[in-house]
């Protein structure tokens, strides 16, 4: 991967086999980023998405391999017991032109994956158990009720 620093953030670049969620962590680690917001494009050569299973408390799988184009990947850059972690969410395009959508658990760059990491200087995201959900959730420090209509 290939980065320009820019203000708020970076730009990153990834190369064709490098696997993006594991690069955007050790970067995020590297930099020492702690609060963090993400969107790319490109391509993806294989990737595994899934979609959380609230009963079952758990994610389906999907491997998928085949080349596609990341026609939208959002997420953001936490930390889950000090340790930085990527939530990222992709909706992958198809050959066809179908689309194929859901949580990026691993995704290996095609041509080259394009990354805007906007990052919140300062923050510290934190994420935490939900026993009641089965995920590590945002653990925000403020809370905020809409006033009553
Ligand atoms: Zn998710």
């Not at 889950?80 to 395009?93: D, I, M, N, S």
């Amino acid at each position: 991967m290939t980065v320009l620093d820019v203000p708020g953030g970076h730009l990153i670049r990834f190369f064709h086999g490098e696997e993006i969620v594991s690069g955007l962590v050790a970067f995020a680690k590297s930099a020492n980023l702690t609060a963090a917001w993400v969107q790319a494009l490109g391509a993806l050569s294989r990737a595994e998405i899934g979609y959380y299973d609230p009963e079952a408390r758990k994610y389906e799988r999907l491997a998928i391999e085949e080349d596609v184009e990341v026609t939208g990947l959002i997420g953001n850059l936490s930390l889950v017991e000090q340790e930085p972690f990527a939530h990222l969410h992709v909706t992958l395009g198809r050959r066809d032109f179908s689309t194929l959508g859901g949580h990026l658990f691993r995704g290996e760059a095609g041509a080259t994956v394009e990354v805007l990491l906007l990052a919140f200087a300062g923050a510290k995201l934190e994420r935490a158990r939900d026993e009641e959900i089965g995920l590590n959730l945002w653990a925000l420090p403020r809370s905020f009720s809409p006033p009553e209509a």
